[in-house]
């Protein structure tokens, strides 16, 4: 059983920043590709950015692309996800989530995520 909690969220004016942090426990995230995604009011889960288990390759929402990159720390078993020119659209609870994979592509689908987060609110204003 992995548990994963996210941090970092709030409110940021448009064009501003935020790194969120996701810190798992139970097990090492070592072998675990790394998701985050986001859910605004009204609206479905969209999927953000991924990274394999290995950190080696990660992949982006189009939405997101040239403003938000992924990371991973296993030796501290958290994830980052840096978010930069932030847009009110960008506004939605985030979520992180943990698929157990040893792929050397990063695991897009939701539905293939075994484990989920709490969420963390981002904000953004106009």
């Known amino acids: 059983q992995v548990q994963l909690v996210e941090s970092g969220g709030g409110l940021v004016q448009a064009g501003g920043s935020l790194r969120l942090s996701c810190a798992a426990s139970g097990r090492t995230l070592s072998s675990y590709d790394m998701g985050w995604f986001r859910q605004a009011p009204g609206k479905e889960r969209e999927f953000v950015a991924a990274i394999t288990w290995s950190g080696g390759k990660s992949v982006f929402a189009d939405s997101v692309k040239g403003r938000f990159t992924i990371s991973r720390d296993n030796a501290k078993n958290t994830v980052y996800l840096q978010m930069n020119s932030l847009k009110p659209e960008d506004t939605a609870v985030y979520y992180c989530?943990?698929?157990?994979?040893?792929?050397?592509?990063?695991?897009?689908?939701?539905?293939?995520?075994?484990?989920w987060g709490q969420g963390t609110q981002v904000t953004v204003s106009s």
């Open positions: 989530a943990a698929a157990q994979s040893m792929s050397r592509v990063p695991v897009v689908a939701g539905s293939r995520y075994n484990y």
